[in-house]
T-cell receptor, first 107, second 113 residues
Framework: DAKTTQPNSMESNEEEPVHLPCNHS???????IHWYRQLPSQGPEYVIHGLTSNVNNRMASLAIAEDRKSSTLILHRATLRDAAVYYCILSPSDMRFGAGTRLTVKP | SQTIHQWPATLVQPVGSPLSLECTVE??????LYWYRQAAGRGLQLLFYSVGIGQISSEVPQNLSASRPQDRQFILSSKKLLLSDSGFYLC????????????FGSGTQLSVL
């Protein structure tokens, strides 16, 4: 099994912020936390990654707990195009994807 | 720029037939290569990965095998397909550094009938 655990599904309203959690209690000191998202019938696409500090890019923000055992992907204003399955993985120690979180965005 | 090619996009094969899926990466050298499978409505299962020519690591014992005959070529094969081999197969690559992100191909939807 993958070393990360995520809720199976979450819902959000359009234009509202979304916080997607990921637990990775067995993370090693050299692991980066990577987030990807997958639209139907497509391969996953990279969203963001980080090591210890919070990270921001044009797609999202990543908040990493001080003990690094959990992280949260933040979509500041969800749009309908953000509806996807979101995955977190630990690179390089575990390149396996769990079931991810299916995000539904309601108009 | 780097690109990844995966083909075919869709494939329908009878049970017991052989399989060969090919993935090639352009614009980079010595990538780490991965094969994933996704059953309908499920997450991605890591099948194989390779850090170099001829080097294959298998994550799950199964009816499939992988080979890397060239630096940027990764092949997924089966001698006899099973119904349970149906799924969405994805090839991916990274440059191998711990910060490097995965780049995925467009996938092959395999239906075994």
């Amino acid at each position: 099994d993958a070393k990360t655990t995520q809720p199976n599904s979450m819902e959000s309203n359009e234009e509202e912020p979304v916080h997607l959690p990921c637990n990775h209690s067995t993370i090693s000191g050299t692991d980066y936390i990577h987030w990807y998202r997958q639209l139907p019938s497509q391969g996953p696409e990279y969203v963001i990654h980080g090591l210890t500090s919070n990270v921001n890019n044009r797609m999202a923000s990543l908040a990493i707990a001080e003990d690094r055992k959990s992280s949260t992907l933040i979509l500041h204003r969800a749009t309908l195009r953000d509806a996807a399955v979101y995955y977190c993985i630990l690179s390089p120690s575990d390149m396996r994807f769990g079931a991810g979180t299916r995000l539904t965005v309601k108009p | 720029s780097q690109t990844i090619h995966q083909w075919p996009a869709t494939l329908v094969q009878p049970v017991g037939s052989p399989l060969s899926l090919e993935c090639t990466v352009e614009g980079t050298s010595n990538p780490n290569l991965y094969w994933y499978r996704q059953a309908a409505g499920r997450g991605l299962q890591l099948l194989f990965y390779s850090v170099g020519i001829g080097q294959i690591s298998s994550e799950v014992p199964q009816n499939l095998s992988a080979s890397r005959p060239q630096d940027r070529q990764f092949i997924l094969s089966s001698k006899k397909l099973l119904l349970s081999d149906s799924g969405f197969y994805l090839c991916a690559w990274t440059l191998g550094g711990i910060r490097e992100k995965l780049f995925f191909g467009s996938g092959t939807q395999l239906s075994v009938l």
